[in-house]
């Protein structure tokens, strides 16, 4: 298999990540960090999947607190019922009768209820037109932050804030099943933990171990960070929350967008993209706020979906149907280029909102070196200090940008979009970069780590196989789906539907 492609267009060499045409994909619309009372947060995964549904998602997850502690602060909504204590509420095979023990108005009250597990959960939720999916929020804030963990399909007990442990799991993960399990950075705070300069000792106790930045686990230098976790992380929250919020807001400027911290990991290195999770602990899931984490997919499988976070293409933003693209020459938002010194770089940026088709927009690009640093050394970069380019624009189309010249240095590139409203807000949204001369040549490509061609199940009385992509796979019962490079002997291929779903 050919990973690499090499074109040459204008002064531009050897392409990654793009040799699958814009075309053949479309933008779906998600959230990626949720609760239900499996954990600490109200209700349960069918009905979170089924309110993410009605509100018009494409795709949402369930993320549930991967340890027992999880219900530490839950006040009102703690009911003794959490994954990591009962681990079939995860990957059970059947439904769980349970017994929640909870308090409404300070009076004990006790409900027993049975209740499909969580990835049973999203097998069922899941439609040609919503994907459902599964997934653990990993570790706790002071032992290292929060990580989601999707594609996992036994919960972790690896030890809180453990990240070396944590990556051998997912090794064994991706051994057992065939699929490379997935991280985002939720809700990052580098101000916080790398550049606090206060006294509070709750947080000068916890500082320099984000994500395994800390000495023993995978840092101190984020260049080891990168080099352990980039395999696996895709995703950066820009947008995270109102976590704890209960009335549904709509239309929200979160005023503590994790611009900086986007700037900040991709300058380390990392190959992250935007993301918007609601991290829902009451039943406002999908519909709290209006932000969503934009895909470019060629479909709504879950392979599609992973493939589209593999590839980051990606945007996170405000506005629930703003529709963004970055391109360079015709390589898609994600990818990595190779590009000589000196050469203009040829930006477009696709916008597009059906509702409202005349908005007024501010485009800005922003763009640095990859620089890894001694995270107890470390620079408080911020975005606004690397704006490369900005327009002001009017109205759905395609535009160029100009005036940006590449380096011989590894270095990214993104767009922040503001839209002007009438009423006098904004809504913002960020694209995913593109590397330039980033000399990324072992990040593998989805054709490798979405696992297996071919998949089926097994019961007895089908007698097909379906093509990796295939919308009819996410129907097959968890227990049931087998799957292998090589087609099952004695049956036939479904008339997959791959290719019908490519627009
Ligand atoms: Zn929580
Ligand atoms: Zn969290
Ligand atoms: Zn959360």
């Not at 309110?51 to 003794?80: I, P, Q, S, Y």
């Not at 009076?107 to 499909?116: G, I, L, M």
């Not at 380096?407 to 809504?427: E, H, L, M, R, V």
Request: net charge negative; glycine share 8%; hydrophobic share 35%.
């Amino acid at each position: 298999m050919r990973l690499f492609i090499t074109a040459v267009l204008g002064g531009l060499l050897c392409l990654y990540g793009n040799t699958q045409p814009l075309q053949g994909s479309k933008v779906y619309y998600g959230l990626l960090h949720a609760h239900t009372y499996f954990s600490d947060g109200s209700g349960t995964p069918a009905e979170a999947y089924r309110m993410a549904k009605t509100a018009g998602l494409h795709f949402f997850a369930v993320t549930e607190h991967n340890h027992a502690e999880a219900e530490a602060g839950a006040k009102e909504r703690k009911d003794g019922i959490m994954i990591a204590t009962n681990p079939a509420l995860y990957n059970g095979n059947s439904n769980q009768t349970i017994t929640r023990r909870f308090k409404v108005n300070g009076q004990n009250r006790t409900e027993t209820v049975t209740v499909s597990p969580l990835i049973k959960s999203a097998s069922e939720a899941s439609e040609p037109q919503f994907q459902a999916l599964y997934g653990q929020e990993f570790s706790t804030i002071s032992s290292s932050n929060h990580v989601n963990v999707l594609g996992v399909r036994e919960v972790l007990t690896v030890p809180n804030g453990d990240f070396r442990q944590l990556v051998d799991a997912l090794k064994r993960s991706e051994q057992a099943t065939g699929v490379r399990p997935m991280l985002q950075f939720n809700h990052p705070d580098i101000q916080k933990d790398l550049f606090y300069t206060g006294n509070d000792p709750k947080v000068t106790k916890v500082m320099f171990n984000d994500y395994g930045i800390d000495e023993g686990d995978l840092g101190p230098h984020f260049k080891d960070l990168v080099a352990a976790l980039d395999p696996y992380v895709h995703l950066i929250e820009i947008l995270s929350g109102p976590a704890m919020g209960e009335e549904v807001i709509g239309n929200h400027y979160y005023r503590d967008a994790n611009e900086n911290d986007y700037f900040f990991y991709l300058k380390q290195g990392f190959h992250i993209s935007p993301s918007a999770g609601q991290d829902n602990h009451y039943k406002t899931w999908g519909t709290i706020t209006d932000a969503r984490t934009g895909i470019l997919a060629q479909s709504l499988s879950e392979a599609a979906v992973f493939d589209a976070f593999r590839r980051n293409r990606t945007f996170a933003t405000e506005d629930k149907n703003l529709d963004l693209v970055l391109l360079l020459g015709d390589s898609v938002m994600g990818s990595s280029v190779t590009i000589a010194e000196e050469t203009e770089l040829d930006f477009k940026i696709r916008i597009h909102d059906a509702d409202e088709p005349n908005a007024k927009y501010l485009v800005e690009i922003f763009g640095g070196d990859i620089k890894p640093e001694l995270s107890t050394n470390a620079t408080n970069w911020k975005q606004r200090d690397a704006l490369l380019e900005n327009k002001q624009l009017t109205g759905n189309g395609t535009y160029s940008i100009k005036n940006i010249f590449a380096t011989d240095k590894p270095s990214f590139y993104y767009a922040k979009i503001t839209q002007q409203n009438a009423d006098g807000g904004s809504n913002r949204g960020w694209t995913a970069p593109i590397w330039v001369n980033d000399g990324r040549t072992t990040h593998t490509t989805s054709d490798t780590t979405v696992g297996p061609q071919y998949y089926w199940t097994s019961a007895a009385s089908s007698r097909v196989y379906h093509l990796k992509g295939c919308s009819a796979i996410s129907r097959i019962k968890p227990e049931n789906l087998q799957s292998g490079n090589t087609p099952p002997a004695g049956r036939t291929q479904h008339t997959c539907n791959v290719s019908e779903e490519e627009e």
